[in-house]
T-cell receptor
């Protein structure tokens, strides 16, 4: 079982709709969770991080964490063509461990 | 803004050559990382360093070595490049307090 799993997609969403990206992780002791966006040929850039159960909102982005279900998601409201990218979920297993474990990413396409 | 600079965006090398990939960060971060990214495999950690002259193996260290003589600089060395080391190489750094990693632009290495 992979440590961090994402549906590879592609996920196609109409412009203006909500895009929902999901990620599950295997280590129940995981403490920190990150979403990175990566455009084709570019390096990952951080969008959101979340440490506590519940929702965290930043503009059009909402990260949701459910530690009991070992599940973290990213919602993108009012999707724009510029949101078309690969979204990487990353997890840190425990505090003091600096290593991120990445999922393989979900490719998102916003259809105008 | 955090800046992580990789010395080359594209490199073409021959099999058997010794290859140096350089990474410099300007935020006084303690931790630095080298990843490679391949289609379908995601980001995989090669080596990381949490202090000058300190290094730890990541998930795929075979065929690579690293050097960290100064806090701001972390080098990845391919002692004898092979075709299966053709990949995108990404350097990252973080301060450790929130585990947020910042990435360089990446080096696309082709070994012929």
């Amino acid at each position: 079982q992979k440590e961090v799993e994402q549906n590879s997609g592609p996920l196609s969403v109409p412009e203006g709709a909500i895009a929902s990206l999901n990620c599950t992780y295997s280590d129940r002791g995981s403490q920190s969770f990150f979403w990175y966006r990566q455009y084709s040929g570019k390096s990952p850039e951080l969008i959101m991080f979340i440490y506590s159960n519940g929702d965290k909102e930043d503009g059009r982005f909402t990260a949701q964490l459910n530690k009991a279900s070992q599940y973290v998601s990213l919602l993108i409201r009012d999707s724009q063509p510029s949101d078309s990218a690969t979204y990487l979920c990353a997890v840190v297993s425990n505090f003091g461990n600096e290593k991120l474990t990445f999922g393989t990413g979900t490719r998102l396409t916003i259809i105008p | 803004d955090v800046k992580v600079t990789q010395s080359s965006r594209y490199l073409v090398k021959r099999t058997g050559e010794k290859v140096f990939l350089e990474c410099v960060q300007d935020m006084d971060h303690e931790n630095m990382f080298w990843y490679r990214q391949d289609p379908g495999l995601g980001l995989r950690l090669i080596y990381f360093s949490y202090d000058v002259k300190m290094k730890e193996k990541g998930d795929i260290p075979e065929g690579y070595s690293v050097s960290r003589e100064k806090k701001e600089r972390f080098s990845l060395i391919l002692e004898s490049a092979s075709t299966n080391q053709t990949s995108m190489y990404l350097c990252a750094s973080n301060s450790g307090s929130k585990n947020i990693q910042y990435f360089g632009a990446g080096t696309r290495l082709s070994v012929l």
